[in-house]
């Protein structure tokens, strides 16, 4: 049982730590490089000196820190043993809050020229009782059985005593620590706020899954070796510029949505009109058709100018949309045929308000995320000017025959 | 298969063929050689699509295709998709514009006859770039005529023929 959870909390220590560096980098400049697991958890290249960060992650509530923390003095004693350390900064992360009065919060700035003389004193003065502490094996010699060995703490206190004063306090001056830390369950909470408060508030959360699930495959590579260990704070943002693209449905935005044409006199006629016509559908719905299918028209021509690509897809809507009208069509038509002509008109009508009314809900959007009502009731208009859909049952034959494709040109042409 | 009026105004051949010639034109003035047929599915995507058009501003016949493709991250992103979508209307327009004698072939070149049209293709005046199709391509041309490898230019903007 103890196993389990020992191997969840390992997992969603990795887990953290390749969330955290998501975080950090998304806080960071544009230049700014990170990797995992490479001289430290975490390491982060902004600026010219880079950070090294440690991070002890918790779900739970872990004791607060202070100065006689095994897991800090550990962290101190592998830093000290990297040969070229003052070549680093040192960025110590945990879940734990700071304990109350404790001496080391003057460590909690980042900036490296603070006043750190009250944490240095504080770091000293433990690491020489813990070296004057006997160890239990002195304890035993001593018969005096109240020695403590502070088997984890003592290697790291001797180096941290071994270093000349000048070089303690170059170090305590390179280290910051991070108390109350997010952890493995707030990742995504933190990159909202961190890198995507720009982003559309309805894509946000959108954005952020996807980032994430790029940020952790991107990250398994790399420790994988099959992508480079370092990654890079253009590569995010290129990576987020790509995601948006996909979320907010290609960039594609109405912008006709809630604008008509000066005159609609000009849009009306022609087959769309007779259709309506045919269901006795009014005046009011025949204005709302031209409408419509203008926005239709200007979105359209709208989003082919900014990509050429956008042709070939819109091509493609079309089908989706007639097969859509087709699966209304067919069998209202097969159980209106033996009713007379007011019910086959009702029943029209039916089928023309709903590709007004419920079909931009109903039908697959353009694009995921795009909800631009008009273009899936514009297009219905313009297909049917074009008779390739109807609302009368029998429209094919009642509309007239010579137009029907006259507009539609087959891909082989030239 | 059909296509409606709109996409099809868009994509229409004829135009899309004055922009491989004008494109086929620029080339030929940066390198005394024509371009290879397979480089004609490069300019249409980028010279008629706003997106990538934009990324032109600001450069002239010197800037070149690397300094151009480096310095524009949206082309880095799109412009794989934007081609590759792009395909069959470059290939209908390459159709029209062979069977219309705006191009012969020469091997797997593609030669742009003097006298193609009656009138000289012209952009409108005092527009941005993005709405100038023909000097984009021309200036897309003279860029890859300076590198003159169909293979060179592909993998310096990160596709493959």
Redesign the interface.
């Known amino acids: 049982m103890s196993s389990n959870f020992e191997a969840a909390d390992s997992s969603l220590g990795f887990y953290f730590q390749s969330g955290f560096s998501l975080v950090l980098l998304s806080r960071s400049s544009d230049e700014a490089v990170v990797s995992v697991e490479t001289t430290d958890d975490v390491q982060l290249h902004e600026g010219t000196t880079p950070v090294l960060a440690q991070l002890k992650h918790s779900t739970g509530k872990p004791p607060a820190l202070n100065e006689k923390n095994d897991g800090l003095w550990k962290t101190i004693g592998n830093w000290i043993s990297i040969s070229d350390w003052h070549k680093y900064l040192f960025m110590f992360v945990t879940c734990a809050d700071l304990a109350d009065g404790c001496e080391l919060s003057s460590l909690l700035e980042k900036t490296p020229d603070r006043n750190v003389d009250s944490a240095l004193a504080c770091l000293l003065a433990e690491a020489k009782r813990v070296i004057e502490t006997p160890t239990v094996a002195e304890a035993e010699k001593l018969k005096d059985v109240t020695g403590y060995d502070y088997k984890i703490r003592r290697p790291a206190c001797q180096a941290f005593l071994d270093l000349s004063e000048k070089k303690r306090k170059l170090f305590v001056r390179r280290l910051t620590l991070v108390p109350s830390s997010f952890n493995a369950g707030d990742i995504k909470e933190q990159l909202l706020k961190a890198f995507l408060h720009t982003e559309p508030r309805r894509n946000r959360a959108e954005i952020g899954e996807r980032i994430i699930e790029w940020w952790d495959r991107r990250v398994a590579r790399a420790l994988l070796e099959k992508s480079p260990r370092e990654i890079s704070k253009s590569e995010l943002l290129?990576r987020l510029?790509?995601i948006r693209?996909v979320v907010l449905g290609h960039?594609l935005s109405d912008v006709y949505g809630d604008r008509g044409p000066k005159d609609l006199s000009a849009e009306m006629g022609g087959n769309m009109e007779r259709q309506i016509q045919l269901v006795n559908g009014g005046n009011y719905r025949i204005e709302r058709a031209a409408r419509e299918r203008w926005r239709a028209?200007n979105n359209?021509?709208h989003w082919?100018?900014?990509?050429?690509?956008f042709?070939?897809?819109?091509?493609e809507y079309?089908k989706v949309l007639i097969e859509e009208w087709r699966d209304r069509h067919a069998p209202m038509a097969h159980d209106v045929s033996e009713l007379d002509s007011t019910d086959q008109e009702s029943r029209g009508l039916e089928l023309l308000d709903w590709s007004h009314k419920s079909a931009y809900t109903e039908v697959p959007s353009f694009k995921p995320g795009l909800n631009v009502p008009s273009l899936v009731r514009g297009t219905y208009q313009?297909?049917a000017e074009?008779l390739?859909v109807g609302w009368h049952p029998d429209y094919l034959n009642l509309c007239t025959e010579t137009e029907a494709?006259m507009?539609?040109?087959?891909?082989n042409e030239? | 298969?059909?296509?409606?009026?709109?996409?099809?105004s868009?994509?229409n051949?004829a135009f899309l063929g004055v922009v491989l010639h004008e494109f086929a034109k620029g080339y030929h003035k940066a390198s005394d050689t024509y371009p290879s047929y397979v480089l004609m599915y490069l300019p249409?995507?980028i010279v008629?699509?706003?997106?990538?058009a934009r990324t032109l501003e600001g450069t002239n016949a010197t800037t070149g295709l690397a300094k151009w493709y480096l310095r524009s991250?949206?082309l880095?992103?799109?412009i794989v998709?934007?081609v590759?979508?792009?395909v069959?209307?470059t290939r209908?327009a390459l159709?029209?514009a062979l069977?219309s004698n705006v191009f012969k072939m020469r091997d797997s070149t593609l030669v742009p006859l003097d006298g193609a049209f009656k009138t000289k293709p012209k952009d409108p005046t005092g527009r941005r770039i993005e709405d100038r199709p023909f000097t984009a391509a021309n200036r897309l041309g003279q860029w890859c005529g300076q590198v003159d490898s169909a293979e060179r230019i592909f993998a310096l903007l990160g596709l493959r023929p």
């Open positions: 290129e510029a790509e693209v960039g028209r359209r021509k082919m100018d900014e990509s050429l690509a042709a070939d897809e819109l091509k079309n313009q297909l074009e390739l494709g507009r539609w040109h087959d891909d030239c | 298969m059909t296509t409606s009026v709109d996409v099809y868009q994509t051949p249409c995507p008629v699509s706003k997106k990538l991250p949206e880095q992103i799109n998709n934007e590759r979508r792009s069959t209307f209908r159709q029209y069977l």
